[in-house]
Nanobody, 123 residues
Framework: QTQLAESGGGSVQSGGSLRLSCAAS????????MAWFRQVEGKEREGIAA???????IYADSVKGRFTISQDNAKNTLYLQMTSLKPEDTAMYYC?????????????????WGQGTQVTVSS
């Protein structure tokens, strides 16, 4: 079983930056894809960035050029550096993992999820 724990959320003004972290523990695999999703209450969960064991990355158009996904394999930790934040980035942010390589932003491809960390961007 895999445990994913997000941290780093908070409140920031428009134009600011935050870095989210996701620590993975328990079962992990050398072939993987890890991703960040976000969800606003009442709306569907949206995939925003993913990285896999081959080093491939993918971003949603809504965050491309502003967010950067990265990983520290030695620490089993995933990061999301968020810059130029906008009020529309306000959401609960979730980390997810699948133990098959190949980047994806499809929620149905992921079987392991964290509890989420809230990001609030004020104008």
């Amino acid at each position: 079983q895999t445990q994913l724990a997000e941290s780093g959320g908070g409140s920031v003004q428009s134009g600011g930056s935050l870095r989210l972290s996701c620590a993975a523990s328990g079962y992990t695999d050398s072939n993987y894809c890890m991703a960040w999703f976000r969800q606003v209450e009442g709306k569907e969960r949206e995939g925003i960035a993913a990285i896999d064991s081959w080093g491939s990355t993918i971003y949603a158009d809504s965050v491309k050029g502003r967010f950067t996904i990265s990983q520290d394999n030695a620490k089993n930790t995933l990061y999301l550096q968020m810059t130029s934040l906008k009020p529309e980035d306000t959401a609960m942010y979730y980390c997810a993992a699948k133990w098959i390589a190949g980047v994806s932003l499809d929620t149905t491809h992921f079987g392991n999820w964290g509890q989420g960390t809230q990001v609030t961007v004020s104008s």
